[in-house]
Structures are given as C-alpha cells and as structure tokens.
C-alpha cells in the first residue's frame, strides 16, 4: 500500500514536472508565434511596399520602353518621309521625261500617218506634201517635170495621130478617084496619051514621093513620141515603187513609234501605281 502510495507520488512529481515542462515549453511556443506573427506582419508590409515598388518600376519601365519605341518609330518615320520625298522627286522627273518623250512619239506619229494619208490620196502619183516652211525634195520636182512632159507628150501623140489619119484617108480617097479618071480616059490618042500619062506619072511619083518622105517622118516622130512616152510611164512606175517603198517604210516607222508609246505608257502606269 505505501509502495503504491510511493509510486504514486513518484507519478505524481513526474507528472508535475512534465506539465511545468510542457507550460515552458507552451510559453515558449507562444513568445515564438508572437515573434513569427510579427516577422510575419512585418514581411507582408515589406512585401506590400516592394509590390508597390515593383509596379513604379515596372511602369517606370515601360514608360521608358515606351518612350525609346516612340523614338525609333519616329526616326524611321523620319527617315521613310526623307526616302518618300526622294521617290516623289524621282517619279516627277521620270514623269517629266516620260511624258516629253510620248509628247514627242505622238507629235512624230501624226505627223507620220499624216503623211502616209497624203500618200495614200496622191494614190502613187505624188509623195506627200512637206510640213510647212520646209523646202519640196527633188523627187517632187523630178515628177511633176515628167508629169508635164507626159501630158505634153500625149497631147503631141494624139494630135499627130489625128493629122495622119486624116492625111492617109485623104491620100486614099485622092488616089481611088485619079484610078477612075485614068480608066475612063483610055479612049485617048496614043501620042498625046502616052504624053499626058508620062507627064502625070512623073508628077504622080514625085507627089508619092513627097508624101512618102512627110508619112516616113511622121512615122519616125511618132515612134520617138513612143519611145519618150515608154520611157516616162517607166520612169513612173519607178517612181511609183520608190512611192510604195517609202510608203511601207513610213508604216514601218510608224508601228515602231507606237510600240515605243506602249511602252512608255506601261512604265508610267507602274510608276504611278507605286
């Protein structure tokens, strides 16, 4: 029984110095949250004033970001402007020049088809008449030359063929009729027959004669008149394939200076497309 009493206070004093223990020990973990809650609550409102911090920062750095982007956006912008301006001058004077070559390419063209209308009126008789203030070539004055002299010509021609068609109906109507007067005389003497008859003969040969000559001649003249109005159809036609020549190197000239315009009107759409 004192045994168990004896243990019992053992227990006892064990017990209450585990307890002391365990209230220093509480104490002590108690003093320790304070302390962390503290910590803790100091930590947070240093925290919360480095957040605080960190967003001036932040903004500071963006504003700053910002501000250097605004910078290189308006250098570039700067410097695209300057680029822009020099393409403007640039494209001006291409347009300019453009623009006075087409002048020139069309002033070229009308002045071209003009000329191949004047052509193709005069139909190969003449070439086309020169701008004004400018002299006539030679090939102008060459043909109207061999125009006047194959009028003339032809007028000669016709005139001398009309007298000799006249002239050989007369020389025929003339010789029909003194054939009749010599058979109806047949009845004559023969002294004064063979007289008058040789005396008619020799005025009849010498008249033959002499129209022979005229007819000869005019025979030559009209085969010279032939041979000149010949030579001047030739020469025309000459002339007239020189007159078609130049006519298809016009044309030539012409197309040639219209693709030039083309392309000219291509290049100064692109650059305006630009």
Do not use: W
Not at 186 to 201: I, K, L, Q, R, W
């Amino acid at each position: 029984m004192a045994m168990s009493q004896a243990l019992s206070e053992e227990e006892f004093h064990r017990m209450q110095a585990q307890l002391l223990e365990l209230r220093t020990q509480n104490y002590q973990l108690s003093d320790d949250l304070r302390k962390n809650t503290a910590e803790l609550g100091a930590l947070r409102q240093k925290n919360g004033l480095l957040e605080r911090d960190l967003v001036k920062a932040q903004k500071a750095l963006n504003k700053s970001k910002k501000a250097q982007e605004v910078d290189a956006l308006l250098s570039e912008n700067e410097m695209l402007q300057g680029k822009l301006h020099s393409q403007e001058d640039d494209f001006r004077l291409q347009n300019s020049t453009l623009m006075t070559e087409l002048s020139k390419l069309c002033t070229q063209i009308e002045q071209l088809e003009k000329e191949n209308r004047d052509l193709k009126q005069e139909g190969g008789a003449s070439i086309s008449s020169p701008p004004p203030n400018s002299a006539s070539s030679p090939m102008d004055g060459e043909l109207l030359r061999l125009q006047a002299e194959n009028s003339a010509l032809q007028k000669k021609m016709k005139a001398l063929q009309e007298h000799f068609d006249r002239e050989l109906q007369r020389q025929t109507v003339a010789h029909g009729n003194q054939q009749d007067a010599t058979e109806t005389d047949g009845s004559a003497g023969a002294n004064g027959e063979s007289d008058v008859s040789g005396e008619g003969s020799v005025g009849d040969s010498a008249g033959e004669r002499g129209e022979k000559i005229q007819l000869q001649h005019r025979d030559k003249e009209l085969h010279e008149l032939e041979m000149a109005l010949n030579t001047e159809q030739e020469e025309k036609r000459l002339l007239k394939e020189q007159i078609h020549s130049l006519e298809a190197s016009k044309q030539a000239e012409v197309a040639k200076l219209q693709e030039e315009m083309m392309k000219l009107s291509d290049k100064l759409k692109k650059k305006q497309e630009r």
